[in-house]
């Protein structure tokens, strides 16, 4: 089943065979190769693999299953769209959001599409969770500045 289609990915929900014989749905990303190993698209299939790596164990977005040169398996998150969700008044929501958020920063990525409304999902459980790690962008290193940004709770400017 098609879910999204852009200049970027073809998004597409079906089922994939784990190495334990399960099935699964999931999300299927797949890139077109029309400019080369060096396209945008390229890169941003192989941003979106490192990210889901990196966030593997920090549950807040799609497990990463399969990552190939054009073609990314992720794990499918039952849940709705922040846009139709609309969790207005849900304070353990937007708790579990911010949690979602420090924890993304804290392993050192950084997702760079959060404005969209698409982008955040209301989990059956009632939690936050992020999805498309297109954009994403992983830092090995950080300096104090981000740390400060990401890890405390800065008091009120003066």
Known sequence: MLLKRDVFSTVERGR?????GEAMRCCVGSIPCRGGPTSRRAICSHASAAALALARDLHV?????????????????????????????DVAYFRSA?????????AGIC????????????????????TDFQLAACFKT?????????????????
């Open 16 to 20: 994939f065979r784990s190495e334990a």
């Open 61 to 89: 977005g799609p497990e990463l299953l399969w990552a190939g040169r054009q073609a990314l398996v992720r794990g499918f998150i039952n849940g709705v769209a922040l846009h139709l969700a609309k969790p207005s008044g």
């Open 98 to 106: 911010k949690q979602a958020l420090r924890k993304l920063h804290r």
């Open 111 to 130: 997702h760079n599409d959060l404005a969209k409304e698409q982008n955040w999902l209301r989990g059956s459980d009632g939690n936050a969770y992020v």
């Open 142 to 158: 950080r300096g104090r500045l981000f740390r400060i940004a990401a890890y405390e709770d800065l008091p009120p400017s003066s």
